[in-house]
């Protein structure tokens, strides 16, 4: 389902259809709600030894990893399948995450409403200046450190990057 479709056209403009979510395994540390997470498509998380075929507690789509600015898909090959913690998770603990949809999020730094996000290094999401994709659009003034209103894409992402070099 796309995150804007007619399925989800209200008569007064966008309206982003309900939040997709999924249950993932933490792996690595823990998180907090509102943390960006990868999702270990790769399976290189370090509790990961057997990859099982998917649906079990092990595969690729279901570990889950904090995202840090090394994982924004800034201007490379590689795409990252991003998340959003929805509950705080210990370390191998079991939870919900956001992966596309009208979500709160980690804000660093101040951003402006409409403003474009990627992953932090400490797995929030702040502004873009490195001409990186963005997998968020912020809905409201962001606050230092706390949760903020966000649409977000962690598929797809929006494709469009700051002109900032």
Request: aromatic fraction near 6%.
């Amino acid at each position: 389902m796309a995150l804007f479709g007619p399925s989800a056209q209200s008569p007064l403009g966008l309206h982003p259809g309900k939040a997709e979510r999924c249950r993932v395994k933490m792996r690595d540390s823990a998180g907090v709600k509102g943390n960006v997470v990868y999702f270990d498509a790769a399976g290189a998380a370090t509790e990961t030894v057997d990859i099982v075929a998917f649906g079990g507690a092990t595969n690729p789509l279901s570990n889950v990893i904090l995202a840090t600015a090394t994982h924004d898909g800034s201007l490379e090959a590689t795409i990252w399948l991003l998340g959003i913690l929805d509950e705080d998770i210990a370390d191998d603990g079991e939870g919900w995450c956001t992966y596309r949809g009208v979500t709160q999020a980690l804000i660093t730094g101040t951003p402006a409403a409409g403003s474009a996000l990627k992953p932090m290094a400490d797995s929030e999401l702040g502004l873009i200046i490195d001409k990186a994709r963005a997998c968020a659009i912020t809905l409201e003034t962001g606050v230092d450190a706390t949760l903020g209103w966000v649409i977000f894409d962690g598929i797809n992402q929006f494709h469009g990057s700051s002109d900032v070099a």
